[in-house]
């Protein structure tokens, strides 16, 4: 747990433009994250997890819609707002070095077309 001692709140007026420029902000992000995973799939980068058709979660009743099935979903990563996390997997553990700076440059190319 943290206490705050410095800082302050925006008033409403601020506060609406704020959240406006989120807003905004939110679309572009999305478009450019959508750019990498096109850019990232073709080389083998994107990875990609188990589809199945309902919500799991341990302690409640499963859901009679969710069945596993043999098709994948393409999984860029989590992302709130602004932080992301790219998560890609391989093989053999040196590939990861290698893939790495890849995912970097393509990020750094998408976002520097964007205008």
């Not at 990498?36 to 058709?53: M, N």
Request: net charge negative; with cysteine; charged share 20%.
């Amino acid at each position: 747990m943290t206490n705050a001692e410095l800082g302050l709140a925006p008033d409403p007026g601020i506060a609406g433009l704020i959240s406006s420029s989120v807003f905004c902000f939110s679309f572009l992000w999305a478009r450019l994250l959508h750019e990498l995973e096109a850019d990232l799939k073709p080389i083998g980068i994107l990875d990609s997890v188990p589809r199945h058709g309902g919500f799991r979660c341990e302690g409640i009743a499963p859901d009679p819609e969710d069945v596993d099935t043999a098709e994948c979903d393409d999984y860029l990563g989590p992302t709130w707002m602004d932080d992301s996390c790219f998560c890609f997997a391989a093989e053999i553990p040196w590939c990861l070095r290698e893939r790495q700076p890849i995912c970097v440059a393509c990020f750094y190319n998408d976002a520097s077309l964007m205008q």
